[in-house]
């Protein structure tokens, strides 16, 4: 499967990718807007929410870990969680009738183990599905992603593909899908590649725009927001949208011990995608080229890499 249509990021309502670094750590409880209570699609069902492990049932909350993936998740100026995962946090909340707390862990390398040591019932998170994923965690696939190079804004390297990164310093965040392709890959290259694992997504970003790295290997939907969107330090970031590599799913992750949460979050997830709310949360944020039909758990092997 590919993904031929090209994005169109529309406005974010005036929100900037600055993340507030002080948010790091902190739960929010995740409130619908009225604009999203008014979509088709966000509205209690009592009969899912019965559907919720009891431990969840009695304490009335679910606590759900994410990290930084804009325009997926991220922190807009005050500090507070936006974006595609935040906006389906709180529509969640309304079907189940539960309160979400969703806290950013500010690395996507402590996701799983999040997940995997209980701190968390689950993840809304921009993780990529992978077989080697799904042997620790169920993994929903909620939307369509692909990968892409990332380079100083110019491409004063002239990266035109990843036979081009051999020879060259590239950055990617610990413990990803995109540094377990960058590691692969790198077994081909005659001249070596220097991979710099680095453990948060905005590192591996500096690094680019300072200098440090000469690329990085990111989600498609990220880097091309950012490119249009993100105002950093340095020369700024530049995404290459003609290379679209290893097209895939991102997950939300749940233990393999916890079927009845995961199959619960699927049906209210589905309920979202046939009564329209999911196609609109993905639209407002830019990326309905991204959406998914049909909520799937653990169907990576599906969509292999290219």
């Keep these: 499967m590919t993904l031929t249509a090209r994005f169109a990021l529309g406005p974010i309502l005036g929100l900037t990718l600055a993340t507030v670094a002080s948010a790091q750590g902190m739960t929010e409880v995740m409130t619908a807007s009225d604009d999203l209570k008014a979509m088709s699609g966000v509205s209690a069902a009592p009969e899912l929410a019965a559907k919720l492990p009891e431990a969840i049932r009695e304490a009335g909350v679910l606590r759900v870990a994410t990290d930084m993936t804009p325009p997926i998740s991220f922190h807009d100026d005050a500090g507070k969680l936006v974006g595609i995962d935040a906006d389906i946090a709180a529509a969640l909340g309304e079907i189940l009738g539960i309160k979400v707390e969703m806290t950013d862990l500010g690395a996507g390398a402590g996701i799983v183990p999040a997940i995997l040591s209980k701190r968390f019932d689950m993840t809304i998170s921009?993780?990529?599905?992978?077989?080697?994923?799904?042997?620790?965690?169920?993994?929903?696939?909620?939307?369509?992603?692909?990968?892409?190079?990332?380079?100083?804004?110019?491409?004063?390297?002239?990266?035109?593909?990843?036979?081009?990164?051999?020879?060259?310093?590239?950055?990617?965040?610990?413990?990803?899908?995109?540094?377990?392709?960058?590691?692969?890959?790198?077994?081909?290259?005659?001249?070596?590649?220097?991979?710099?694992?680095?453990?948060?997504?905005?590192?591996?970003?500096?690094?680019?725009?300072?200098?440090?790295?000469?690329?990085?290997?990111?989600?498609?939907?990220?880097?091309?927001?950012?490119?249009?969107?993100?105002?950093?330090?340095?020369?700024?970031?530049?995404?290459?949208?003609?290379?679209?590599?290893?097209?895939?799913?991102?997950?939300?992750?749940?233990?393999?011990?916890?079927?009845?949460?995961?199959?619960?979050?699927?049906?209210?997830?589905?309920?979202?995608?046939?009564?329209?709310?999911?196609?609109?949360?993905?639209?407002?944020?830019?990326?309905?080229?991204?959406?998914?039909?049909?909520?799937?758990v653990n169907d990576a092997a599906s969509l292999p890499v290219e």
């Excluded at 599905?129 to 190079?149: F, G, R, S, W």
């Excluded at 290459?240 to 619960?264: F, H, Q, S």
């Design 126 to 296: 921009g993780i990529n599905d992978d077989p080697e994923l799904q042997k620790q965690v169920d993994v929903i696939d909620y939307m369509y992603d692909a990968t892409t190079i990332m380079v100083a804004q110019g491409n004063p390297l002239k990266i035109a593909s990843m036979d081009d990164l051999c020879g060259k310093r590239v950055a990617v965040p610990v413990g990803t899908f995109q540094n377990r392709l960058v590691t692969k890959f790198a077994e081909s290259c005659t001249e070596p590649m220097q991979i710099m694992s680095l453990p948060k997504m905005p590192d591996v970003l500096q690094s680019v725009r300072t200098g440090r790295a000469d690329a990085t290997v990111n989600g498609y939907a990220t880097s091309v927001y950012t490119t249009e969107k993100q105002v950093g330090k340095g020369v700024g970031l530049e995404a290459l949208p003609e290379i679209r590599l290893a097209v895939g799913y991102l997950g939300m992750l749940t233990a393999k011990d916890n079927p009845e949460l995961r199959d619960t979050v699927v049906a209210a997830l589905q309920q979202m995608v046939d009564e329209g709310a999911y196609g609109k949360i993905m639209e407002k944020w830019g990326l309905a080229p991204l959406a998914v039909e049909t909520v799937k």
